[in-house]
């Protein structure tokens, strides 16, 4: 049974929480694949994208998601709209989600459990529909003993509820993750926008969504990674390299859109959201313009996924 987590009456939550869409995708698939970066509060982007996407009935065969894109992915494909963003504009001040409470039972400042399933949420996992062997969902991680990219595909692994945490993960902050034995740590480690996967697949139809605007660019400073992670060796050298290598991925997704091999989709506007992001007003803002990015483009999506659409 899931117990129904109600935030306490001290936290916040966001002012404009009731006029979050709510429903069910229609049963319509899209063929290509769906490209979701990370950004962990800066998700809530993705998730004002998804859900307008869902509300008009563009649902996609496939999505690949790392960190927090894995996390709005998985909602995405359960088909249950406005689900991320009503866990995240309620329980963001609440500490059973993130903060003491959160640490105390997952050793880490955000429980991931309230966005999956683990911790009897008020507003439950779908499962029946995600696992619907008809759509594809793949959570990205990090192998932290040889450092690189792994790709759990929700049908073909073990556990791709566990996949999906550890793609979630935060370096310095959380703990490692378990899958099979092997530790695992946050997917953007290593590969922060999987578009390159999409391509190797195969498909012809690939929309890459970002949660930065598309002239952002990381600064490459010194990284304790090594320091911190100096007994994995490997996967502290990931991640060292991990700002030049996002880098380098956001301009090649720059030339793969220019030449029409796929479509990018990124904030219209500056985004000066934080990673852990506590302002509740700034955060509803961030889907508000996910959504409205999305309608906006409505018209480009349908076109450019109808057009010798032969999926994969």
Not at 18 to 35: D, F, R, W
Not at 131 to 136: L, Y
Not at 142 to 153: A, K, V
Request: contains cysteine; aromatic residues 10%; positive net charge.
């Amino acid at each position: 049974m899931f117990e129904k987590l109600k935030s306490h009456k001290t936290n916040k939550v966001y002012s404009r929480i009731t006029e979050i869409p709510k429903g069910t995708a229609g049963s319509l698939i899209t063929e290509g694949c769906l490209v979701l970066e990370g950004g962990a509060f800066r998700g809530l982007y993705t998730q004002g994208f998804l859900d307008a996407m869902m509300v008009h009935d563009i649902n996609m065969r496939c999505v690949i998601g790392v960190s927090a894109g894995a996390l709005g992915g998985m909602n995405y494909v359960s088909g249950q709209i406005g689900r991320s963003a009503r866990i995240n504009l309620g329980f963001r001040h609440d500490s059973r989600y993130v903060g003491a409470k959160a640490m105390i039972h997952s050793r880490s400042f955000l429980d991931v459990g309230f966005l999956t399933e683990e911790r009897g949420i008020f507003e439950p996992l779908d499962r029946e529909r995600f696992d619907d062997p008809e759509r594809r969902f793949i959570a990205v991680t990090t192998n932290c003993l040889t450092g690189e990219t792994t790709y759990f595909e929700k049908g073909k692994c073990s556990d791709i509820i566990t996949a999906i945490r550890a793609s979630a993960t935060m370096p310095y902050i959380s703990p490692m993750v378990m899958i099979d034995g092997v530790p695992h740590f946050d997917g953007g480690c290593s590969c922060k926008i999987p578009y390159q996967w999409a391509i190797d697949q195969g498909y012809e139809k690939i929309i890459v969504i970002r949660t930065r605007d598309p002239l952002f660019r990381k600064k490459v400073k010194p990284s304790p990674a090594r320091r911190f992670y100096r007994k994995y060796p490997a996967f502290a050298k990931k991640l060292e390299n991990s700002s030049e290598d996002y880098n380098r991925q956001c301009d090649e997704i720059e030339t793969l859109n220019n030449e029409g091999k796929l479509l990018r989709f990124a904030p219209s506007a500056i985004v000066t959201v934080s990673r852990v992001e506590g302002d509740l007003e700034k955060l509803g803002d961030l889907y508000w313009l996910g959504w409205n990015d999305c309608l906006a483009a409505l018209d480009q999506i349908r076109k450019y996924l109808s057009e010798n659409n032969s999926g994969c």
